[in-house]
Each structure stands twice: as structure tokens, then as C-alpha cells.
């Protein structure tokens, strides 16, 4: 709102609401309200695909700065995940999903995030045409052959069939220039900070899942 005089227009609003309104909103507006919500702006858009790319953010819990939380004595590790699965085409966010910390594997969010893109991916007879595209952060069980995944390999030489493939795969797909269409995440989410801030406002961990939602669905109107 800060951002585009438009959108208080749009609502019918003269100033700006505190953000305390806004938080409290984030009370009443579910992740599934939001889902609906988002399905409805993705509806009217017509949006349908056939690649897909899935990346990670974090967000902090604090305004304070840096070097302030590094004064304060104790390292900060109450960071935020969110998880989103992106349009490569027309860059339209298709869903998204939150954890808590800013580390750990996010190989366990592949499966519900392809969830989420399964209803606007283009269809082959009855089935999906879909190819996923990720970093090797979402390489575990849930990754399938013919994802665009490139394997952790460590400090041993892959091996299993599924993952020599999907190595094979990436590895074509650099050599093609496929793989940098996943950049576009990147630029999605440094404008999704950029216009919704990269920080939470809200302090209750379910009210903090939701104000990620919310980030997404403010990009899309932004659009």
C-alpha cells in the first residue's frame, strides 16, 4: 500500500491502516482463504504451464538490524522459510509453503509444493506436463527422475539409477541454458521483499505463516 496509491484507492481507503490492523487481519484470513484466493487471481489470469521452478527465502522475525541482533549477545534462529513455486513463463506464483528455521533440508516441501502447480500445469492426455525445476536443496525421496534436480553428491559418486538420470538431465539442461529459466525465482522473491518487506511483523507463529502467504498474494496484485 505504501508502495502504490492505487491499491487504497482500489479499497476505498484514505490513509495507509497501522500495521496493528494489518496484524490482526492475519487472524481471520486462513492459509486456506488465502490458497482460494490465490487459485481465484491465477484463474483469471488463465494461467497454465508446463515448467515450474521451486526456491527458498527466509524471513526475519525482527525490524532490528544486523548489527544490533549481534550486540545483543545471542545469535538469532528464530528465521522463517518460505517455499514457492513459481510460473517460469509469466512468473505468477502457483503456492506456496512455511517452515520454521533458516536451515535444514527442504527435500520434505517438494511433493506439496508440485501439489499446489498440479491444477494450472498443462495436461498430456490424463497426464501432467510438468517439469520441476530446483536446486539440489530439494534433492531427497520425494524427487523423481525426471525433475530438474542435480544430486548432492558429497563426497561419494552418485550411483542409484534415478539420481544418475536426474544428474544426466541437469547436466544437459546447463549445457542448454534450461536451468538458468530457475534465476527467475530469484528475481520473484527480491521483488516480493522488496514490496512486502523481508521481515515479520507479527509475532505468533501462526499469524507469521500467514503474513508469508500474504507476501505472495500482495506481489500478485503489485502485478
Known sequence: MLASAAICEALGLKQVPDHVNLCRAYGALSQAQQRTLNGWLLEQQAVQTSVVAIDATGFSPTQASQHDISR???????????????????????????????????????????????????????????????DKGFDGSQARPTDFIRPRRGQHPVRRPDRCLRADLTDMAHLDGFMGRCWSTETVMSVIKRKAGDTLRVRRPLRQRREIGMKALVYHVHR
Request: aromatic share 12%.
Open 72 to 134: 545483543c549477545g545471542r545469535p538469532m534462529t528464530d528465521y522463517r522459510q518460505g517455499f514457492d513455486v513459481l510460473d517460469v513463463d509469466r512468473r505468477y506464483s502457483l503456492g506456496w509453503r512455511e517452515a520454521r528455521g533458516s536451515g535444514g533440508s527442504a527435500a520434505p516441501y517438494l511433493n506439496g509444493l508440485r501439489r499446489q502447480a498440479f491444477p494450472y500445469a498443462r495436461r498430456d492426455g490424463r497426464r501432467h506436463d510438468l517439469a520441476v525445476l530446483a
